[in-house]
């Protein structure tokens, strides 16, 4: 049994929250038809296989859907890739290239908003009624809930709901922050779930830049949790 990484995704400055992912860098040793199993037994929001480390090929699993792209995952997996000397400058998960980047303490990636999910973006007047939100449930939530904290800074108090791939909510969600990013035109830190972080701002060719703190807090053989 290969090898599970358990990181968590877009820390606070002092590595707290984030988003839990696992990764199995030899995901090659797990059939294609075995891989949603395994996602959904993990739990985690997404599961990421790397086939070929070498060229960032890599495939992305919710415990109920295959993902083209994510945030939270592609973010986690360049960081790993660099952490165990094997870094990347591209990752290619079934929606194409995505162009990336890590150093010591987190890691970023460049991605068509349009490859990823789609979201339903939902203004609020404040943050605290983003925090009174109830967690909606069904088969059509895909929304990012979102206020301002500071719209002169571009700071953003968000909260992500996800039912629909089997999620009811994200900690932090990067596919989201793309889409934001995007709507909004401009930069910005955006606080999501318990106190995730994620900064990003857009670049060139219809892309936008997503970036965030990463934490491992575990490697373990896979056979231990599922």
Do not use: Y
């Not at 094997?86 to 908003?113: F, S």
């Not at 108090?157 to 995007?182: H, K, M, N, W, Y």
């Not at 955006?190 to 060139?204: F, M």
């Not at 060719?205 to 053989?221: I, S």
């Amino acid at each position: 049994m290969p090898e599970l990484h358990v990181l968590r995704v877009f820390c606070d400055e002092a590595g707290r929250h984030g988003n839990p992912l696992g990764v199995i860098l030899d995901g090659a040793a797990i059939a294609e038809a075995e891989r949603q199993g395994v996602a959904a037994a993990l739990g985690f929001s997404e599961t990421v296989f790397v086939d070929d480390a070498a060229s960032g090929a890599l495939r992305i699993f919710t415990p109920s859907v295959e993902l083209p792209l994510a945030g939270h995952p592609l973010v986690g997996a360049s960081w790993l890739l660099a952490h165990v000397g094997a870094p990347v400058a591209v990752l290619r998960p079934p929606a194409g290239d995505v162009p990336t980047g890590a150093d010591d303490d987190g890691a970023w990636i460049e991605a068509r908003p349009d490859d990823g999910p789609r979201f339903t973006l939902v203004e609020h007047a404040t943050p605290e009624d983003v925090d009174d939100l109830p967690v909606p449930r069904g088969a059509n939530v895909h929304m990012d809930a979102w206020a301002w904290e500071d719209e002169d800074a571009g700071r953003v108090r968000a909260r992500v709901f996800v039912d629909e791939v089997g999620v009811p909510e994200d900690e932090a969600t990067g596919s989201a922050a793309l889409r934001l990013i995007e709507a909004l035109g401009r930069p910005l830190t955006i606080r999501q779930g318990k106190g995730s972080l994620i900064v990003g701002e857009p670049v060139a060719d219809g892309r936008v830049r997503v970036a965030g703190r990463v934490v491992l807090d575990e490697r373990v053989e896979l056979s231990q949790r599922i």
